[in-house]
């Protein structure tokens, strides 16, 4: 069959493997793997996870079945949750077929935070399947994480033509033009994708999102209503608004919001989106001079779990609480336990470490402690947010300034709790060099937390800065 279908002998005889070793003997397991796939090409991760659990039930030695679990959960934020599959499809990658192993061991070194070995692979992937929009998505999504929009966004757009009924390509290409401040495009891409019937709910958060970057509360009214429709869509944009209500200082309203996230969370099985967002409140009351309330959170989330994303996550929060005999040995547990994770290795924990050096005014070791971050952390807002943090003890006020606005220029990104506090920093910076831009940067800050929390010790400060400024 193969030989009449075109194959040449020797590559008959090279990929030569029987069916149960090549992919699954299951007819029933490849059934629910492809229609999890299919789930979760429109954006329905959670669906796709309840189908990819029954395929590996049916055929614990299918690789790909583990892959498309990792990837669903990865997709919702469970990356802890989804990794142990993704280092299950790694192991089994050699009962899989060549095409599957190049999709496994690609995913696999972007999980375990090897970017250079992820790209290697996702190019080779590309070039040897041309037609399959898989390698093509996930570049642009590794490339968008990296900070290179510029190369993620040409990905994006050949996968969106390869396979033009399925929404990742359109929803990464969206997400590259929104991060390069082209919002009608973005905008036009999705209305593309709806018009293919591609994407469902996900259509809808991501153009209420655009409504909110561009302060259209009507077009995000219309856009939420239909998001809501979906269980899921429910749960994402609740925690965009808590997020929301903490950047805009409103940090009674947001801790109302989170425990409303956690509920829901764990209402439909998304466990490690409670700690998610209890870290995220914490890092926005320690951010904001909040820091018993911080270290309460950040003690809730360590009970709840310990690995090492969480205990990096937790370090930050104790040490930007100036509780540095706790910060310091959970970075050292970190580290330890993903030696071979660049992003851990070269980003998040040589933050922390800086944070801490900062707490002893040492600016000078906490930027050569940054120095490792440079090549990975373009659109990592809280790694340059430290930076431009150091930058401005050290004095170098017109380098802080730069690096203050690229922290706010990722705002089109993503909603990261330090974007409020880059804009408080730009004006800190501006204050030595130009004043009257500096009452501009500051009148900036009063304006997005004109609603918030009087009582906040971060917006305090601010307003004595500037009474003082004048």
Known sequence: MRSKLGESLASIQQFDKPLQEATTSSLEALKMNSEAAAKNNQGDFLGGTVLSKRAIELDPNFAMAYRGLAVELGNMGQFETGLPYMKKAFELKDRASEREKL???????????????????????????????RPAVNLAVTYMLLGQFDKALPNALLASQLNPETFNGYSVAAWAYASMNRMDEAKAILNTAEQHHAGGFTVHEQLATIAVLQGDPATQAKEDAEAKKSPQGEFDLLQRDATLAGMHGQMKHARGLFQQVEQKAQGIGLTEGVVNNIETEALMEALAGNHEEAVRSADAALKQSQTPTVLLAVADIYARAGEDAKAEPLVERAVKARPDNLTIQSVYAPGVRAVLAMNHHDAAKALDLMRPAEPFDRAIAESRYVRATALLMAGRDPEAAQEFQAVIALKSFGFDPTIPFAQLGLARALATTDKTAAWTAYQDFFAMWKNADPDIPALKQAQAEYKNLQ
């Open 103 to 133: 999709a496994i061991t690609s995913d696999y070194y972007q999980w375990v935070g090897q970017p250079d070995k992820a790209i290697e692979n996702f190019e080779l992937y590309k070039q040897e399947y041309p037609r399959d929009d």
